[in-house]
């Protein structure tokens, strides 16, 4: 039987059986680098052209380009339920970021009767503004207290004011502002890069954060920070070890601290780690041995789900390298020991502004040898000596700040627009 060029009986000219004819292979041969450079231009195009989070570039991986557009500030916003703040606590916090020259959203939970002066500085600033109201009552009775007896949330033993919100009364306010700022993150339709969730009372900021992520190449879907370098503060601590194991059975064991109060990412990554809190915010709830009377078990959650895996594409952070310095633990043991040497010295000595020794140099309100501020301008730094540019929790410095933070406010935070 004759055989015609490119058809048998008993070959076929394509990959769905028997042998393919050498005119076919022939033919696949000469396509193929055609279909190679057109697949590759595709992901080039792709790649170069449209917003990327860690992705798996599989086949290309070795020869993929590694830059994806760096967030814009702009397009970026901080997060935070700042209920109850005075004046001059929302500039420190919203005047410190956009001295920075940050021109992108700032969300802000406030109270409802919030002071005329409040709103109009946070509107002169451009701060997105939602009211927190509270709930006639709460309805997430039962949480146990150290007696181990239900506690009636709406009138808490404890000191600490329990409360919730209107729009979601079964969630203590320290979960509930989580499911809180989901729903302001997808109003903003513009947000659309860089996200931080932050308290707002005890942080203020020294560069913009997004660009310092840029900078420090930690574009990732989900940042969680550690609280301290090396020893000193771990998941053994009871804030985590306490309700992790009594609710979950689970032990975190000596794995760094994480802050739950200051997380940043893109906006896919953010509005995961939310849906994901949420999730394990409703265990907690509805289980008596979860429903535990503390102010900080968001932490405690926080740290579970990054240790066991929960959070998708999470990097947990060293202390002191990235766009966020959780400064509290240290800063606790500074003024710690300010204040025995204040009891030892007496004769009117006090804490405020203690190592401050000239007061034309007020940018030296800490020791150089702390190695923890620029001695130039009393920013603090992170270990590569950049100022950092978040400061949480810098509260726990007490008074010792307070010549600084005067200084800083009169001069209009003109050393950080030098970041």
Known sequence: MAISRGSSSTTNNNWGGGCPSTYAILRSIAYAPALIVASYTLYLISALFLPRDDVDDGVFASFAPKKRRPWSSSNSAVLSMATNMNLD????????????????????????????????????????IHRYYKADKCTYDGYVGNEGKPIDMNNPPSRHAWQC??????????????????????????????????????????ADPFRAAVRLGMQHPILVFEEVTGTGLDNTHWLTDFPVQNCRKYTLGKTPMLCSGSTMGSREGILEYLTVMREEFDYWKTREECRIDIIGDDQSIHNYLYYTGRFKNARAIPHRTGPIHVVGYTAARIYENVTKEVEELANGWTSKDYYVKDAAHWQKWLPEEFGLIDQRTGLIVNLDGLPSAQVHQFDRFNDLSVGWFRKMEEIGWLYNRDQ
């Open 89 to 128: 606590q929302y500039r420190t916090f919203v005047g410190s970021l956009r001295s920075t020259g940050y021109n992108g959203h700032i969300i802000l939970g406030i109270s409802p009767d919030a002071p005329s002066d409040v709103v109009e500085y946070l509107e002169s600033e451009k701060v997105t």
């Open 165 to 206: 919100s209107k729009e979601y009364p079964d969630y203590k306010m320290t979960h509930g502002r989580f499911v809180l700022y989901k729903d302001w993150l997808m109003e903003c339709s513009e947000c659309t890069d860089g996200i931080m969730l932050t308290d707002a009372r005890d942080a203020y900021f020294q």
